[in-house]
């Protein structure tokens, strides 16, 4: 049977029990931003649903609100601030793909007007 401490923290490493260490009720932004990936990343499948029409920015919203919390579950984490260095690293890593896909569209919308000139 697992153990859990005064503070809520599971001792036992039994991920089965739900007692979640304080921190994890924030909102995280990499689960919403990267939505499916995310999920198989960190082995929630239930975020997969996000891929259905109609509903997936329901679902989006929900693994947002959740997201920590099943990260802490599903993988495993020595701390929280672990997790939290994770989940930055995901952030991070969503502003620069998506910077780059705006700055190429940018890019390309400033030059190739000028490659193309109409003929006269």
């Keep these: 049977m697992g153990a859990i401490d005064h503070s809520g923290i ?3 490493g039994d991920k089965s029990i739900t007692a979640y260490p304080p921190g994890l009720d924030k909102w995280n932004w990499s689960a919403f931003l990267w939505g499916g ?3 198989i990343g960190h082995r929630s ?3 997969l649903l996000i891929f259905i029409p109609y509903i997936g920015l329901g679902f989006a919203i929900w693994q947002g609100m959740q997201g920590y919390r099943w990260a802490w579950k599903n993988n495993r984490y ?3 601030e672990s997790l939290m260095a994770g989940e930055k690293k995901w952030l991070k890593a969503w502003f ?3 910077g780059g896909i705006i700055a ?3 890019v390309s919308a400033l030059v190739i007007p000028l490659l193309f000139k109409p003929v006269r």
């Design 45 to 47: 499948w239930i975020g």
């Design 37 to 39: 990936i995310w999920s």
């Design 96 to 98: 620069i793909l998506f």
């Design 78 to 80: 020595d701390s929280v």
């Design 104 to 106: 190429l569209g940018v």
């Design 10 to 12: 599971n001792t036992s």
